[in-house]
């Protein structure tokens, strides 16, 4: 049996809607041919076979014996106005798991075949309907955790990150270009008529500059075009770990001596009565955690064990498991208990959390102080090493939280992103009036360094006054991964690798 591959043009049907009890599920198909084969399992084929593009029919699917399956809407895409580029049908049947497993069933022994996973966006991308960046957005869409999430998703499906992708490029092959064109000319010739072509020197010498000459003092073609890509490109690198954070979310750990509060606080920040709550110290003896939205941040905050030496061997368990999750964490949430005050026990915690020996080569997080239960025992004078910023809050009546809430975030996020995401500039300067685009997988950041090494590479050598044949080849490299992050230069195996994880119905 020939195994199914994602340059086919077979037609497909997959479940686009979990297999789960519900009152909708929906069935997808596209393909060749894709609205003759329904019409042959639908019970109006005629109705479905003469309905334009963008209506919806109703109507019944039958299986190869006659027999009715289910009632249903059928929502008709013809080419190329439809998510695939092909001709394509929805099917919108009732939701319960046997009904739209036998509807898809159905299909399957009518011609179509099981998609495989991502082979809809496949096709969307082959038929130019999105390109890479906006393709992987559609797994971003899905995937978002928290609003902020959702919206920095819809942003790169919309194209603002291929329009950004497509802009740098573009003056790039300006660049190169003009590179070029330079190269043409021989030892003998000059290359004033470059600059009247708008392939300008970085030189305020407007006269014939013989190549040797030109190439001897340093300069390149549209060296301020290049310079300029290079700072958005850099801006476009810095802003991964941002997006990665606004993607895949934080660990946030409370951490500090037991009946601090730690259950209490963790409580409060997920809204509902998660841990058990208790006056007797050691009543959490294994680590609770539930995800939450941190002003659009995602964050799996975790409620830890109270650190201290025990003698019951399962709480013992729960302190090292405490511990592993503190040597992950993006930030640190110490709890000091208001009605006992800093203790000798807190100081020596929060010197062993700031050693490097814990982080296992890795930056220590950032870590804020709270102090608890404020409504009985105001915030007293503490003296902490380093400046450690200390809240005080009421985690049984409130108080103080939002402003930890704000500081959680500002942390997260200035432990996270690199100085210098501002928004960028054209070329000659001016201000696009946009907030700054970023990128959001290890791929587009795969992409992106590396035409950020070529081009500083390409510099380098300009300025070591090398020939422009060393440095044309850098630029051309730049470009080749630009266009590899939109698509425009791609190869089968990386598409497959791609799309392959994707959801089945995508």
Known sequence: MNRPSYG??????AHATPLAESALAVIRSSGPGCIDLVAKLFSRPKALREAPGNTIVHGWIQNSRGEKVDEVLLSVFRSPRSYTGEDAVDISCHGGIATARSVLQCLLDGGFRQALPGEFTFRAFMNGKLDLTRSESVVELIEAKTDESRRHALDRLSGALESEIKAIKEELVHALAATELFLDYSEDDGVSGIAEDGLALDSENSDTIPMAAAEAAGLMP????????????????????????????????????????????????IKEERSIVTDIPGTTRDYIEAWISLEGIPVRLVDTAGLRHAEDPIEQIGVERSRSILQTADLILFLVDGKGGFQDADVTLLQEYQSEALWQNRKAPPILVVWNKVDVAPLAEHGLRNALPVFAVSAK??????ELA???KAALEENTAPAGLQQRSTVAGESQGRAAVGIASERQKALVDRAVAALREALQLADSHAPLDLIAPELRDAVEALGEITGEVSTAEILETMFSRFCVGK
């Open 406 to 408: 704000h500081a959680m």
């Open 222 to 269: 549209d060296r301020p075009r290049i310079e300029q890509a290079l700072r958005d490109l850099e801006t476009l690198a810095a802003s991964y770990r941002i997006e990665k954070l606004y993607r895949d979310g934080a660990l946030v750990a409370i951490a500090g001596r037991p009946n601090a509060g730690k259950s209490s606080l963790f409580n409060r920040l």
């Open 8 to 13: 086919s043009n077979d037609p497909i049907a």
């Open 397 to 402: 009546t409130g108080i103080g939280i939002p």
